[in-house]
């Protein structure tokens, strides 16, 4: 079974620039999430989907990301424009279910630095 | 509001060692879940185990095993036998049985020297 894809893998922009991640869920997988991990902290939530609905994106800072799931499969998160602090490494993750308590699955991230 | 604290930042170990990370929660729910995640140098996070709050049984995996104790809110991951393999950040996460999302704490770095 294929796991989670995410591309690219390292993004290098300069503040103010736009950058934009993909993700592709493991097949069957309804519910799809994009946490944000900074360097030495654990990953924080951004925006959770399930199918091509958000369920949560109370922690999404909206005057700069937005993300999308048009079809209910793959998704595509966007900064623009960047800061210093969006450096950081984006993980989507996917699971079969809808509930938070239920097993993630990760892809390995997008590192994204910002000079 | 839940909170995870992993205080131990980073752990050495020689191989063969057995090795203990401590995971302390607060959450104000009485039905929550525990999970522990390991991230190993390629960056993806791999699912350990998910323990739901009404089962205090300890569970042992392998070389793994893990302690639930409500009453001191925590929840500890042991490795026995530790082998370089094990080199990895470990994640202890809470969620609840409502709308919170999933809570990482900072994680533990663990390097096991051969």
């Known amino acids: 079974e294929a796991g989670v894809a995410q591309s690219p893998r390292y993004k290098i922009i300069e503040k103010r620039q736009s950058v934009a991640f993909w993700c592709n869920p493991i097949?069957?997988?309804?519910?799809l999430y994009w946490y944000q991990q900074i360097l030495g902290q654990g990953p924080k939530l951004l925006i959770q989907f399930q199918n091509n609905g958000v369920v949560d994106d109370s922690q999404l800072p909206k005057d700069r990301f937005s993300a999308e799931r048009l079809k209910g499969v793959d998704s595509t998160l966007k900064i623009q424009p960047a800061k210093l602090e969006d450096s950081a490494v984006y993980l989507c993750?996917?699971?079969?279910?809808?509930?938070?308590?239920?097993?993630?699955?990760f892809g390995e991230g997008s590192r994204l630095t910002v000079l | 509001a839940q909170k995870v604290t992993q205080a131990q930042t980073e752990i050495s170990v020689v191989e063969k060692e057995d090795v203990t990370l401590d995971c302390v929660y607060e959450?104000?729910?009485?039905?929550?879940?525990l999970f522990w995640y390991k991230q190993p140098p390629s960056g993806e996070l791999v699912f350990l185990i998910r323990?739901?709050?009404?089962?205090?049984q300890n569970e042992i995996s392998g070389r793994y095993s893990w302690n639930f104790q409500k009453s001191t809110s925590s929840f500890n991951f042991t490795i026995t036998a530790s082998q370089v393999v094990d080199s990895a950040v470990y994640f202890c996460a809470l969620s609840d049985s409502g709308n919170t999302p999933l809570v990482f704490g900072k994680g533990t770095r663990l390097s096991v020297i051969a």
């Open positions: 323990r739901n709050s009404f089962d205090e």
């Open positions: 959450t104000r729910d009485t039905t929550y879940y």
């Open positions: 097949s069957g997988h309804a519910t």
């Open positions: 993750a996917s699971s079969q279910g809808t509930r938070r308590t239920g097993e993630l699955f």
